[in-house]
């Protein structure tokens, strides 16, 4: 089996740099790769292949040069700059100015920039100006590029949303000035456009610790009147770290709204952790009883970390009641943190006694890891053949405690208790668990543990890294070596990482319609997507070929960040599982400007595997970074209302009547 897949892989390369095969040069494609050309656009897109790729920004085919141009957004030579801004510059197709743009955009450099500047200057077309405003931000780096957005903004006044993206772009660069401040609160002054307000208030929530005081009456208007739930959530969020006692009476009033948005909800709780726990715990008491899960995520998330001892009655009653596992799990970590009671050490045990899923298992586990009497579980737990999110949850639990003054003062006064928790370190690295090897490097590198000073000979950690399959194993890979190079006082290689990525399976698409629909059912209810086979067929070829094989079928949601993303697909169920080979990043003009997006999960570009992402809200500081290879076009609500250990049943393609 093994060396068939191997003469697939080799067969499939020699198809590319040889004759096209007959089988697909015959067959009825149901999208745009029924051309070869593009087939071999897109294959040496995938390939990073920039010398072949180059040769069709040339082409007398406009359709060949747009192609060629788009790819380099994924590819990201900045070798190929010239070219790009010849194109944009001087080509003749619209489409092209707008691919070399993008692509252009996507080097992220200030070399760029004379380039673009020159197509702000010459195209009047709304959709390139666009496309080259935001490519202008991505590749800002200082304040004179910034005062040049204030000249195009007198000249093009109609172009507000693509300059406020270039300056969030330029923010992300941490070039950030009053010109973009002033422009997002003009926009929520008196914009009534939605996407100028997404745009304008992810600005204004991604750089909050910029000054905006002077601004504040303007956003809380903006707040009161604002109807869009994701311009709302993120005008709150702007306001994160701000703590008068007007902002507190303020979001008590929107709170008092029946309709406040989930996600607004989310963001009030955000900006109240801020305030001292007498002020606002009440807030997130009665948060923990909200119709939505994710309001109760973030209010127990809050309270395991603020409770105080004198309301451990509170803590543990509120505990037994909470019938959410996530929500009940933090409130009884939070217990065994500040108290060791008879009571709450049973009622762990009675939980845990009947419990035979795997997530609600490690939640508990990590409640029974709060103090350091569960050390000999946790050990064992490490080296004992169960799931890997016990496994995981377990080591984890032993690293925090690491954490804890009074844990490190008992291994400092114990000789044999260091040395066995070293020796039981030592162990969990050589398993080659991913996650384990994962976790112990970022452990070794935190300036916040003493675990470095507890370890006299590091030779082990070559042998661990001797361990690790790639690229099964390549975040742990990854990480591992970051920290073998930071103990020996060496800087790392710039991309040393070893590549094991194939190739597009075209056999996978040819019958896949540029609009073709697939149908996730999970435990909350079904999802529908539709794919993006045309900007990212790797990523699609991939992703059908696994549902096909029933890959996805079983497998959980294992990572929810309320207000932000739920992600499942992952192998092991702990979010350290990928397939034996990768895939490449598949740039696209497609954007995280809108709830229900569906990613792919990575460890750096070019490391994409199996596992999904779909998000509950715009996220665009993931755009240009993060593949996005479908939409979702029904079952939000569901989406919304998945946790962590919630099941994909099956996912299935939707035959077209």
């Not at 306001?239 to 009476?249: A, F, Q």
């Not at 009947?354 to 586990?365: D, H, S, V």
């Not at 080591?395 to 405690?401: M, T, W």
Request: contains cysteine; negative net charge.
């Amino acid at each position: 089996m093994k060396y068939a897949v191997r003469l697939f892989l080799v067969l499939n390369c020699i198809f590319f740099s040889c004759k096209e095969q007959e089988s697909l040069t015959d067959i009825d494609w149901k999208n745009k790769f029924n051309d070869e050309e593009l087939r071999k656009i897109y294959h040496y897109k995938d390939q990073r292949d920039s010398q072949q790729l180059s040769q069709y920004l040339s082409n007398i085919n406009s359709e060949y040069r747009e192609e060629a141009a788009f790819a380099y957004g994924s590819v990201q030579d900045t070798s190929v700059i010239k070219d790009l801004g010849s194109l944009v510059i001087n080509d003749t197709s619209l489409a092209v100015k707008n691919a070399a743009a993008f692509s252009l955009g996507q080097t992220r450099s200030d070399l760029a920039l004379p380039y673009i500047i020159s197509a702000i200057e010459d195209i009047n077309e709304p959709k390139v100006i666009s496309t080259t405003l935001k490519a202008y931000g991505k590749c800002a780096y200082t304040e004179e590029s910034l005062n040049y957005l204030a000249e195009v903004l007198e000249r093009l006044p109609d172009e507000k949303e693509p300059l406020m993206w270039a300056y969030y772009y330029a923010g992300l660069n941490d070039n950030l000035s009053e010109l973009g401040d002033k422009l997002a609160i003009d926009i929520i002054k008196n914009s009534l456009d939605i996407p100028e307000r997404i745009a304008a208030s992810n600005y204004l929530s991604r750089f909050r610790k910029r000054d905006f005081s002077a601004y504040q009456k303007d956003i809380d208007k903006a707040i009161v009147n604002e109807s869009n739930p994701y311009v709302k959530s993120s005008l709150i969020k702007s306001l994160i770290g701000v703590t008068s006692d007007d902002l507190l009476n303020f979001l008590q009033n929107v709170l008092a709204d029946p309709d406040c948005d989930y996600r607004a909800y989310i963001s009030i709780l955000k900006v109240m952790e801020g305030y001292s726990y007498p002020k606002v715990n009440t807030f997130f008491w009665e948060a923990l009883n909200h119709p939505h899960q994710a309001v109760n995520i973030t209010a127990s998330n809050y309270l395991k970390n603020n409770v105080p001892k004198s309301e451990i009655r509170q803590l543990i009653d509120a505990a037994k009641k909470q019938q959410k596992g996530r929500a009940k799990e933090d409130l009884l970590i939070r217990c065994k943190e500040i108290a060791s009671m008879k009571e709450v050490d049973d009622y762990l045990l009675e939980q845990l006694a009947g419990e035979t899923n795997n997530y609600k298992i490690a939640r508990l586990l990590q409640a029974e890891a709060a103090d350091r009497f569960s050390i000999p579980l946790l050990q064992k737990l490490i080296l004992t053949d169960t799931a890997s999110i016990i496994t995981t949850t377990a080591f984890e639990g032993l690293l925090n405690q690491l954490k804890k003054e009074d844990f490190i003062a008992y291994l400092e006064s114990d000789s044999l208790a260091k040395s066995n928790f070293v020796k039981s370190f030592k162990e969990a690295m050589l398993t080659g668990d991913v996650a384990l090897v994962y976790l112990g490097a970022l452990a070794l590198r935190d300036e916040n543990m003493p675990l470095k000073s507890y370890i006299e000979d590091y030779e082990f950690l070559k042998e661990a890294l001797n361990t690790l399959e790639l690229p099964l194993k390549i975040e742990a890979w990854i990480e591992l070596n970051k920290t073998i190079y930071y103990i020996e006082g060496k800087e790392e290689p710039i991309n040393h990482i070893p590549e094991h990525i194939g190739t597009i399976n075209w056999s996978m698409l040819h019958d896949i319609s540029k609009d073709e629909k697939v149908l996730i059912n999970t435990s909350k209810g079904d999802i529908l997507i539709e794919l993006m086979v045309e900007s990212t067929p790797g990523t699609v070829a991939m992703f059908v070929e696994l549902l096909k094989d029933q890959f996805y079928n079983g497998k959980y949601f294992h990572r929810n960040v309320p207000d932000f993303v739920i992600q499942g697909g992952c192998p092991r169920g702990d979010g350290f599982g990928g397939l034996p080979e990768t895939i490449r990043s598949e740039f696209s003009y497609q954007e995280y400007i809108e709830e229900g997006m569906v990613g792919i999960a990575s460890a750096g570009k070019d490391t994409e595997s199996c596992q999904f992402f779909i998000t509950h809200s715009p996220a665009p500081h993931l755009n240009g970074r993060y593949t996005i290879f479908a939409k979702v076009k029904d079952g939000m609500e569901v989406v919304h209302q998945l946790e962590v250990g919630d099941q994909i049943l099956h996912i299935d393609r939707v035959v077209s009547e």
